[in-house]
């Protein structure tokens, strides 16, 4: 049985997340700085409640996807559900979510390949440099239209992978962190 709604953030919550990962990412650099063996300690991974939380807001309010005219939404996640359900007037959907920070590539598993969508936040810099807050997104539309990969196998892709599909497959979003603080609050 699926879940219910998993716990979303607020536009508050995702600001302090973020504070709380440039943080880390900061002090991971000045480790790597001090340290030579500290390179091998891996940056922190990007929070799914995160990325789901942006993915969602965004098709909320209709910055990504907006011919499905959403109706509601929730985070599921887990093995065998898909990361985002979607209520749209076209029906329901579903969607799964992807983050990076400045390794700007991705890897897809069959189960992102088989969704109606993969949305992919893309954080690049914003961890790592003062002054930065803009995100980009990548949403695939009907992945399984342009990639195949069997069940245990991973489609390593980068941005521009996804830039090049053809225009009905793919659209693409950016924001900064102010502007998602004001877009993402409830009205």
């Known amino acids: 049985m699926a879940k219910k709604g998993l716990q979303e953030l607020t536009s508050g919550e995702v600001s302090e997340l973020i504070f709380c990962l440039k943080q880390q990412y900061k002090f991971q650099t000045v480790q790597r700085k001090r340290n030579k063996i ?3 300690i891996q940056f922190p991974k990007t929070p799914s409640i995160l990325t789901e939380t942006i993915a969602l807001n965004l098709v909320r309010r209709g910055k990504i996807l907006p011919k499905l005219e959403f109706i ?24 799964e979510v992807k983050g990076t920070g400045d ?28 002054g930065i807050d803009d995100i980009d997104v990548l949403v695939i539309k009907n992945p399984s239209q342009v ?17 090049d599909l053809p225009v009905e497959n793919r659209e693409s979003f950016s924001f900064s962190l102010k502007e998602y603080c004001e877009f993402a609050e409830p009205k």
């Open 103 to 130: 390794k700007d590539f991705q890897n897809l598993t069959a189960k992102d390949i088989l969704s109606p969508y993969v949305i992919w936040i893309r954080f690049k810099r914003l961890f790592l440099d003062e």
């Open 72 to 95: 509601s939404g929730h985070r599921v996640g887990g093995k065998d559900n898909p990361d985002l359900r979607i209520e749209t007037r076209l029906g329901p959907s579903s969607a």
């Open 147 to 163: 990639f195949v990969i069997k069940e245990k196998e991973i489609k390593k892709l980068n941005a521009k992978d996804v830039l």
């Open 38 to 40: 500290a390179k091998y």
